[in-house]
């Protein structure tokens, strides 16, 4: 009997603390609008790589499915991601690697990474 219940106790205590474990969901925290440079984030993490001379390196990479982001004018770079429910934003602003756009979306915050889910990406 004593098995049983130590069991049972151990069982309850391990599965109530589980959610204190889990990674936490990153929440949309506002809606934002941006404009500057689709970067292809590979090459700009790599080597710096932006603006006019790398614009054909960078629409290749985006079309290769590497990642896109967005770096403004204060200098804040933005992971762009792809709303599944609704991807053609996020495709419009891939379209856009290597030029200036606007981008409008959702900001997220994770573990020191700032993104925006795409709603709307337009050329500037």
């Not at 992971?79 to 934003?89: A, F, G, S, T």
């Not at 900001?107 to 925006?116: D, E, Q, R």
């Amino acid at each position: 009997m004593k098995f049983f219940a130590r069991t049972t106790l151990s069982i309850v205590l391990a599965t109530s603390l589980l959610p204190a474990f889990a990674a936490p969901v990153a929440l949309g925290q506002e809606e934002v609008a941006v404009q500057g440079e689709i970067l292809d984030m590979t090459c700009y993490l790599h080597k710096g790589s932006k603006g006019r001379k790398h614009r054909a390196c960078a629409e290749m990479c985006a079309q290769k499915g590497l990642p896109v982001g967005v770096l403004t004018a204060s200098d804040e770079v933005y992971l762009l991601i792809e709303d599944h429910d609704n991807p053609d934003p996020y495709a419009d602003a891939v379209k856009l690697a290597g030029r200036d756009a606007s981008i409008k979306g959702v900001k997220y915050s994770k573990g020191g990474v700032a993104a925006i889910m795409v709603t709307e990406a337009k050329a500037k």
